[in-house]
């Protein structure tokens, strides 16, 4: 099961940056040897290791943390100046206080409440040094509804279970809204489509995406929304093929936003 994790979540990476030119770093800010790097629910630390790697190619070492509520995925053997810790993103340690100069997160969709989230933008905003940045992506799962028949199907069940689990799941369109109420400013906003359809090498990624929740929802009462596991897996095979058959121009939506924190107290 690691070994597929690791696999899939590496994936989701390199898909999702594919969408944004392969940036690592939407923010504009401009990090300087010395200053620290958050990345919170950081999975496999890809994303930690390959900014850390292509900072100290431009000569600019930096110090980086990774969180997340499970190590079990975390690298074996880190470069010196990267380290690994088993928080959440909703009690980061007090020692983070205004200590970081960039954070980066993304999809916490389905792990986070929707109390949960401004919480969660508190203490990003706590972590951070005055002037620093944050960047979050979240997949907008409501997106594929819009595709055909069966992905509306899925979508609408989609919304329920997480609704039924006390989540957002429009949780995208909301992250301007928890990050100005946080108290940050300079918020901006994109959204990217990856796109579906015949020849496209995204669809894995999503039909992962939706195997995952469906794993990570188990006794959890997910399914007592008037659709049982097996329907699921019909559901998902059928929305899987219907985006087979697609032409060009599908595609499920992700948001992103980066944000900064006042240089000085307003």
């Known amino acids: 099961m690691r070994v597929i994790s690791f696999a899939r979540?590496?994936?989701?990476?390199?898909?999702?940056?594919?969408?944004?030119d392969n940036e690592l770093i939407i923010a504009p800010v401009q990090l300087k040897a010395g200053d620290e790097v958050l990345d919170c629910a950081t999975g496999t630390?890809?994303?930690?290791?390959?900014c850390a790697a292509k900072l100290a190619a431009q000569g600019v070492e930096i110090s980086c943390t990774g969180v997340d509520v499970s190590p079990h995925l975390f690298p074996p053997s880190p470069e010196p100046n990267i380290t690994f810790l088993q928080h959440?993103?909703?009690?980061?340690?007090?020692?983070?206080?205004?200590?970081f100069t960039l954070i980066n997160?993304?999809?916490?969709?389905?792990?986070?409440?929707?109390?949960?989230w401004p919480l969660a933008l508190r203490e990003h905003f706590r972590v951070l040094r005055p002037g620093g940045w944050i960047q979050l992506c979240e997949i907008r799962s409501k997106g594929i509804q819009d595709i055909?028949?069966?992905?509306?199907?899925?979508a609408e069940w989609n919304a329920?279970?997480?609704?039924?689990?006390?989540?957002?799941?429009?949780?995208?369109?909301?992250l301007k809204m928890w990050a100005e109420e946080a108290g940050f400013v300079n918020v901006q906003t994109m959204e990217k489509g990856m796109p579906l359809g015949k020849g496209e090498p995204y669809a894995q990624t999503l039909e992962e995406t939706f195997v995952g929740m469906k794993v990570h929802s188990s006794g959890e009462n997910a399914f007592n929304v008037g659709v049982s596991e097996e329907e699921y897996d019909?559901?998902?095979?059928d929305?899987?093929?219907?985006w087979s058959e697609v032409d060009s121009g599908a595609s499920v939506p992700f948001s992103w936003i980066w944000a900064q924190k006042p240089l000085k107290p307003e």
């Open 9 to 20: 979540l590496n994936r989701q990476h390199r898909d999702i940056l594919q969408l944004i």
């Open 45 to 50: 630390g890809i994303w930690l290791v390959e």
């Open 88 to 99: 959440s993103v909703l009690a980061l340690p007090s020692e983070f206080t205004s200590r």
């Open 234 to 237: 019909h559901w998902l095979k």
């Open 239 to 242: 929305m899987c093929d219907e």
């Open 105 to 116: 997160q993304r999809l916490l969709l389905g792990a986070l409440r929707l109390t949960e």
């Open 160 to 174: 329920a279970m997480l609704e039924n689990r006390g989540m957002d799941p429009d949780a995208g369109l909301h």
């Open 148 to 154: 055909g028949p069966r992905s509306k199907r899925m």
